[in-house]
């Protein structure tokens, strides 16, 4: 049995990535997370890391049976789910684009870029972080939490009997008072 799971993380990393690439300045890289011993980009203009947090349930799972045959072949169950990000902005202007991304994940901007598949629920404010890097120099960075709801999608696959069984009745000698 295989289980399917819709929208994945990924989608929301793609989604993300489409966002932040509109409204900020071109060429600005947008990294999913820092792997362990990669370089960090150079800071000029800057780049933006992204990484989920967590998950947190929002409400109890939604199951609909598939109901286009004539008996159902898969179940799905819908958990609605709220993922925290934490964007980090690297680089001299990084404070601008905290700023700018903060504003629209609060607008409806926000919501219809991000749209069908995730939806901002709000974002915190942006705050100064500092980092030292490799070479023991200040770089700048600035950060803040976005929060979007996620309704992932479980499909279960299901096997139905398409015709009904034999029945034999066997007669038992007992009485029950």
């Known amino acids: 049995m295989r289980l399917t799971v819709a929208p994945s993380q990924d989608l929301l990393y793609q989604a993300l990535v489409?966002?932040?690439?509109?409204?900020?300045?071109?060429?600005?890289?947008v990294i999913r997370g820092l792997p362990n011993r990669t370089a960090m980009p150079q800071p000029v203009p800057g780049f933006v890391t992204m990484q989920a947090l967590g998950?947190?349930?929002?409400?109890?799972?939604?199951?609909?049976?598939?109901?286009?045959n004539s008996a159902p072949t898969t179940q799905?169950?819908?958990?609605?789910?709220?993922v925290r990000v934490q964007l980090d902005f690297y680089g001299?202007?990084?404070?601008?684009?905290?700023?700018?991304?903060?504003?629209l994940l609060r607008?409806?901007?926000?919501?219809?870029?991000?749209?069908?598949?995730?939806?901002?629920?709000?974002a915190d404010d942006a705050?100064?972080?500092?980092?030292?890097?490799?070479?023991?120099?200040?770089?700048?960075?600035?950060?803040?939490?976005?929060?979007?709801?996620?309704?992932?999608?479980?499909?279960?696959?299901?096997t139905f009997a398409n015709q009904p069984a034999t029945i034999d009745i066997i007669n038992v000698n007992e009485t029950y008072t």
Do not use: C, K
């Not at 349930?57 to 598939?66: A, Q």
């Not at 799905?76 to 789910?81: M, P």
């Not at 409806?108 to 939806?119: D, K, M, R, S």
């Open 76 to 82: 799905t169950s819908e958990q609605g789910t709220e």
């Open 55 to 68: 998950f947190n349930r929002l409400r109890w799972n939604i199951d609909t049976w598939d109901t286009t």
């Open 18 to 29: 489409t966002f932040l690439t509109a409204i900020l300045p071109a060429g600005v890289p």
């Open 107 to 122: 607008d409806p901007y926000g919501v219809a870029a991000l749209t069908p598949n995730v939806a901002p629920l709000y």
């Open 127 to 158: 705050r100064m972080i500092p980092l030292t890097d490799a070479e023991q120099e200040y770089e700048e960075r600035w950060s803040l939490d976005a929060h979007f709801q996620l309704n992932a999608v479980v499909t279960i696959p299901q």
């Open 92 to 103: 001299a202007t990084s404070a601008d684009w905290a700023v700018t991304v903060g504003t």
